[in-house]
């Protein structure tokens, strides 16, 4: 039987220092599976393509001429990988390691479109990289007992932080976007990731796109990647964009009714963290009380526009 054939798409915006380590990891992370490699740049101010030509001279590199976030470099990515098996659409903060890449596509059937590996941090510490679905019962809990908290009581979290949940192959809702393996025909079904989004809850949306059409996420434990934390806890601008996409996207997904006490519950979450004296939470906060922030096109020149 021959290997499969994956391409892994990597997105990179400013990323030359997270280069040489992300490409080291891709031959034992890919073994066993016929892979290529295609980086979609969003434009980078930095030496982002001159670090992925010293070290992956044989990559795909696409350079879009703008920054397109992280949907719109997936979707140019995959877009220019071709004819594969596979997708694997992958950060450039992210560490394949040995054999990871051919055990997700071997949980990839014919009722599974999606599967993602178990994820830890840059201390090997485990990441709850499980979701479950967004709703108003779990957006109130995050906002009233904490997102940790709701987690371990049942099915109530959003995040899945119940550690004995993550010892075996299980479907989930949807999964943290930095390393998701999508099959061929998922991609032809669900069509391309929603650009729209720019950054944030665009992979919840192809997930739940997905799952809806019967083409659901497992999560796959034995197989292992490391993901370096990003920015967004910290940034003021990234946070609120964060809370504001997630407010949008339950909002296309349901009623205007059910949509204001959602975010009536996002008001409440942030407004409890700002009086603490959180940056981000004001941030988010603010952006939530200005209704043209939801009609917005997003992107770089809307997230200048957040203040501190």
């Known amino acids: 039987?021959?290997?499969?054939?994956?391409?892994?798409?990597?997105?990179?915006?400013?990323?030359?220092?997270?280069?040489?380590?992300?490409?080291?990891?891709?031959?034992?992370?890919?073994?066993?599976?016929?892979?290529?490699?295609?980086?979609a740049d969003n434009y980078s101010q930095d030496d982002t393509v001159g670090q992925i030509r010293r070290w992956a001279p044989e990559a795909v590199v696409v350079q879009t001429g703008a920054n397109l976030g992280y949907a719109g470099g997936v979707n140019a990515a995959v877009a220019a990988a071709g004819d594969q098996d596979a997708f694997l659409i992958l950060n450039a903060d992210v560490r394949l390691t040995p054999g990871c890449l051919a055990t997700l596509y071997d949980?990839?059937?014919?009722?599974?479109?999606?599967?993602?590996?178990?994820?830890?941090?840059?201390?090997?510490?485990p990441m709850w990289s499980m979701r479950r679905e967004p709703?108003?019962?779990?957006?109130?809990?995050?906002?009233?007992?904490?997102?940790?908290?709701?987690?371990?009581?049942?099915?109530?979290?959003?995040?899945?932080?119940?550690?004995?949940?993550?010892?075996?192959?299980?479907?989930?809702?949807?999964?943290e976007g930095s390393t998701q393996l999508i099959s061929a025909r998922c991609w032809e079904e669900?069509?391309?990731?929603?650009?729209?989004?720019?950054?944030?809850?665009?992979?919840?949306?192809?997930?739940?796109?997905?799952?809806?059409?019967?083409?659901?996420?497992?999560?796959?434990?034995s197989a292992v990647a490391q993901h370096l934390k990003g920015e967004s806890a910290q940034s003021p601008r990234l946070w609120s964009l964060l809370v504001?996409?997630?407010?949008?996207?339950?909002?296309?997904?349901?009623?205007?009714?059910?949509t204001m006490l959602y975010w009536l519950a996002l008001v409440v979450r942030e407004g409890s963290r700002a009086v603490l004296g959180k940056r981000t939470s004001r941030a988010a906060l603010r952006d939530l009380l200005r209704p043209r922030r939801w009609r917005?096109?997003?992107?770089?020149?809307?997230?200048e526009d957040v203040r501190a």
């Open 1 to 39: 039987m021959s290997a499969p054939r994956i391409a892994i798409c990597v997105v990179t915006f400013n990323s030359a220092p997270l280069i040489e380590d992300l490409v080291a990891s891709i031959p034992p992370g890919a073994a066993g599976t016929s892979w290529s490699l295609v980086f």
């Open 135 to 175: 709703t108003l019962l779990r957006a109130w809990a995050d906002a009233l007992i904490g997102a940790e908290r709701a987690g371990r009581l049942g099915t109530l979290g959003e995040i899945v932080t119940d550690a004995d949940l993550y010892q075996a192959p299980r479907l989930t809702d949807w999964a």
């Open 107 to 125: 949980a990839l059937g014919d009722g599974v479109g999606i599967t993602v590996p178990r994820l830890v941090d840059s201390a090997q510490e």
């Open 190 to 221: 669900c069509g391309p990731w929603d650009s729209s989004y720019f950054l944030y809850s665009e992979e919840t949306e192809y997930d739940l796109r997905a799952r809806d059409a019967g083409l659901p996420v497992l999560f796959v434990p």
């Open 244 to 258: 504001l996409n997630k407010a949008r996207l339950y909002a296309r997904r349901h009623g205007p009714a059910t």
């Open 296 to 303: 917005q096109q997003r992107g770089p020149a809307w997230l």
